[in-house]
């Protein structure tokens, strides 16, 4: 069965410095994947997403980037965090046959200070 | 571009009532529709999807929702909630032949004894 891992689950860093979150997935070969935040009090936001390696879409322009340096490897990177980067970061993954059901990883919580 | 409506930000139930947590949507073309569940601090769960076929979807945790193309609903129920239930429930929706999910604001099932 597939699985979705991301690290690290909980993360406090200061203003301006870099980041980076991983998210692999488990079980599965070429999938589709994705970034998503979730502030506070609000819904999903799509970040990015990958239907391959080193292929990137971004979906909101912001300090954020990502990159899939290997087939079931995601990261979510920033050089300089901004106090609005603050959220919960959420991987998620889908297969090319079904690539409408998105399945979730277990999230990391960012609290940039 | 598609929208989803998810009126309620909270509903607070009795344990063993039934409950109906409300989603509407919006789009041109013909969409997928899906609930995730949320639980605190961690990653979203499908409950269930409707893809095609029987308007009457049935998902995990003795959830159901309904579609109803004529008045763009997917209303999710279950006739008797469980404290377990308590928990952020999110409706978001995809065009049929793409891949990028958007998400209604969610709302919280708050069951009490």
């Known amino acids: 069965s597939q699985t979705i891992h991301q690290w690290p689950a909980t993360l406090v860093q200061p203003v301006g410095s870099p980041l980076s979150l991983e998210c692999t997935v488990e079980?599965?070969?070429?999938?589709?994947l994705y970034w998503y935040r979730q502030a506070a009090g609000r819904g999903l936001q799509l970040l990015f997403y990958?239907?391959?390696?080193?292929?990137i879409s971004s979906e909101v322009p912001q300090n954020l980037s990502a990159s899939r340096p290997q087939d079931r490897q995601f990261i979510l990177s920033s050089k300089k965090l901004l106090l609005s980067d603050s959220g919960f970061y959420l991987c998620?993954?889908?297969?090319?046959?079904?690539?409408?059901?998105?399945?979730f990883g277990p999230g990391t919580r960012l609290l940039v200070l | 571009a598609q929208s989803v409506t998810q009126l309620d930000s909270q509903v607070p139930v009795f344990e063993e009532a039934p409950v109906e947590l409300r989603c509407n949507y919006s789009?041109?073309?013909?969409?997928?529709l899906f609930w995730y569940v949320q639980y605190p601090n961690q990653g979203l769960q499908l409950l269930l999807k409707y893809l095609s076929g029987s308007t009457l979807v049935k998902g995990i945790n003795g959830f159901e929702a309904e579609f109803n193309k004529s008045q763009t609903s997917f209303h999710l129920r279950k006739p008797s909630v469980h404290i377990s239930d308590t928990a952020e429930y999110f409706c978001a929706v995809t065009p049929t032949g793409f891949q990028k999910l958007v998400f209604g604001t969610g709302t919280r099932l708050l069951v009490s004894p």
């Open positions: 990958s239907v391959g390696i080193g292929q």
């Open positions: 079980g599965t070969s070429n999938p589709n």
């Open positions: 998620a993954w889908s297969v090319l046959v079904a690539q409408e059901t998105q399945y």
């Open positions: 789009s041109s073309v013909s969409v997928y």
